[in-house]
Nanobody
Framework: QVQLVESGGALVQPGDSLILSCTAS??????????MSWWRQAPGKERSLVAS????????TYADSVKGRFTIFRDNAKNSVQLQMNNLNADDTAVYYC????????????WGQGTQVTVSS
């Protein structure tokens, strides 16, 4: 498994922007062997996929609710993945988790501890 540490969560106002960052370490394989992702879990709800990026960076996916507002990108030189979040609204309030998987494996099997994002006026 990979050790993942998220940062960047904050209390922001509706319409604000925020960047979350996740740094990976402790992997046997190169960071470029891993697909990376961001998930979120709001109170009383299940964890859901927000965005993912393939190990080659050639493919990204987004939840419908964040398309056009969020962007996932990775910096392989820094073993990190970021989530740029624009035009935040109250529905984006959640704990955000970074996830990783070796690109030949289907299941996301490494998780960070989460970072809280609260959108409130």
């Amino acid at each position: 498994q990979v050790q993942l540490v998220e940062s960047g969560g904050a209390l922001v106002q509706p319409g604000d922007s925020l960047i979350l960052s996740c740094t990976a370490s402790g992997f046997t394989f190169s960071f470029t062997s891993f697909d990376m992702s961001w998930w979120r879990q709001a109170p009383g709800k299940e964890r859901s996929l927000v965005a993912s990026i393939s190990y080659t960076s050639e493919s990204t996916t987004y939840a419908d609710s964040v398309k056009g507002r969020f962007t996932i990108f990775r910096d392989n030189a820094k073993n990190s993945v970021q989530l740029q979040m624009n035009n935040l609204n109250a529905d984006d309030t959640a704990v955000y988790y970074c996830g990783a998987r070796k690109h030949w494996v289907h299941e996301w099997d490494s998780w960070g501890q989460g970072t809280q994002v609260t959108v409130s006026s």
